[in-house]
């Protein structure tokens, strides 16, 4: 996810481990290629995209020479699109109460408070073990203790973000003076005033968003890591086969139906904005490029509706990773 884990677009100890582990319950170490590249045709010209996913093992190193090799012949580094707003660029609406300071629920109200009995039931075993004693976090909206609560329990199960893979492909793009082209489309914010007085006396819907998390985080565990695994040996067909819970989309969910937002026109069509200002920025670059190299979540190169099928119907010729 792009804030939980990445889109669009402290802990109690560990469990002991069971006595005979299933093979999935083993997270691949070393150096892994991840997944191959998707490749995106006009004529001659050619774009590669690389899928990333999050988390990854924590022991894992990225390394795929043909990543590298393509990398670093390419004229242009086209790299996932983002919002940009008067506060500063978001890659998840998500990011955005946290960037204007609208962390805490409005009135003092608690966690207890906010969320059904049932939930606040579910929530504090799962507290107690990724997080332990933290009064101040109950004083949190749901979306930034859902939020926490994701990222401590991604530690205990050994599972981090793709910071990595990012820092290796940035490095490599820097070193041969690539190109680099971040589509980004505006969201303008008229009364920012306004909308972080509305923030603050208001409540987001997040009920949902911290109930997905605790649904994925009871239940889903070893499904980020049987995905992570796939991933990290290029297992596509894996990948495709394991459904989760896409806590994602019903955070971001949340963000939209806010009191803030609903009757924003910019926000609610954010993300086909985003992907259409990614797809101007992959016609430009197919155009003028012999090759270049783009990054995208392998999540949405794998829907069928997404961003693949929409480059096959401007005519380009689309080819999966074998």
Known sequence: ??????????????????????????????????????????????????????????KMEW????????????????????????IGVLR???????????????????????????????????KEKYIGRDDDLERERP???????????????????????????????????IKVTSPTV??????????????????MEDVACFTATLDRLENDIETMRTRANAWAVGDIEQIQKISFVNAERVCNDAMTSSPALRDSPEFQSLNARMQEAWLAAADKALENNVSTFGLMSIGRLLDPKGVLQALEARGYTVQRPE
């Open 1 to 58: 996810m792009t804030l939980f884990i990445s889109s669009t677009w402290a802990q109690t100890a560990p469990e002991p481990a069971p006595a005979e582990p299933a093979p999935e319950q083993i997270l691949v170490v070393g150096q892994r290629p991840g997944p191959g590249l998707w490749k995106v045709t006009k004529g001659e010209h050619v774009l590669w995209l690389f899928g990333t996913h999050a988390p990854l093992p924590t």
């Open 92 to 126: 998840a609406l998500t990011l955005l109460p946290l960037a204007i300071g609208v962390r805490n629920n409005p009135d003092g109200a608690r966690l207890k408070d906010v969320l059904p009995p049932e939930v606040y039931a579910r929530w504090l075993p799962l």
């Open 143 to 177: 979306l930034f203790v859902a939020e926490r609560l994701n990222r401590a329990a991604m530690q205990h199960a050994g599972l981090e973000n793709d910071n990595r893979v990012r820092a290796t492909i940035d490095a490599i793009v820097k070193k041969n003076k």
């Open 186 to 203: 505006l969201l303008p914010i008229k009364e920012p005033r306004a909308m972080l007085k509305e923030f603050k006396k208001s409540s």
């Open 63 to 86: 390394r795929a020479h043909e990543v590298e090799t393509i990398l670093a012949q390419s004229q242009e580094f086209l790299q996932p699109s983002s919002a940009k707003t008067d």
